[in-house]
Nanobody, 116 residues
Framework: QVQLVESGGGLVQPGGSLRLSCAASGMILSFIPMGWYRQAPGKERELVAWIITSDITNYANSVQGRFTISRDNAKNMVYLQMNSLKPEDTAVYYC??????????WGLGTQVTVSS
């Protein structure tokens, strides 16, 4: 059974940084397009960053230039480096496959709160 576990969230001041990690069991991430998603209170879950291969990544306009998605195939992990954080980045962050029809069970996510 596939299980996705996100970690690395926390409380950070505006302008700060966090690095989120996504660990997967029951699946090999190496060749699977993966995404980081977030859901803010009262809003729908949105895709913010995705990685096709190590060289092909894309970002939502709202995080472009501030977030970096990466993967470590040897560790079966996907990461999201978040810099210059803003209060509007506050949300629960999740990882999952990029495919709309092939979504795996959502993990619990990791809470990111940006506040002074």
């Amino acid at each position: 059974q596939v299980q996705l576990v996100e970690s690395g969230g926390g409380l950070v001041q505006p302008g700060g940084s966090l690095r989120l990690s996504c660990a997967a069991s029951g699946m090999i991430l190496s060749f699977i397009p993966m995404g980081w998603y977030r859901q803010a209170p009262g809003k729908e879950r949105e895709l913010v960053a995705w990685i096709i291969t190590s060289d092909i990544t894309n970002y939502a306009n709202s995080v472009q230039g501030r977030f970096t998605i990466s993967r470590d195939n040897a560790k079966n992990m996907v990461y999201l480096q978040m810099n210059s954080l803003k209060p509007e980045d506050t949300a629960v962050y999740y990882c999952n496959v990029l495919s709309k029809s092939g979504k795996k069970p959502w993990g619990l996510g990791t809470q990111v709160t940006v506040s002074s």
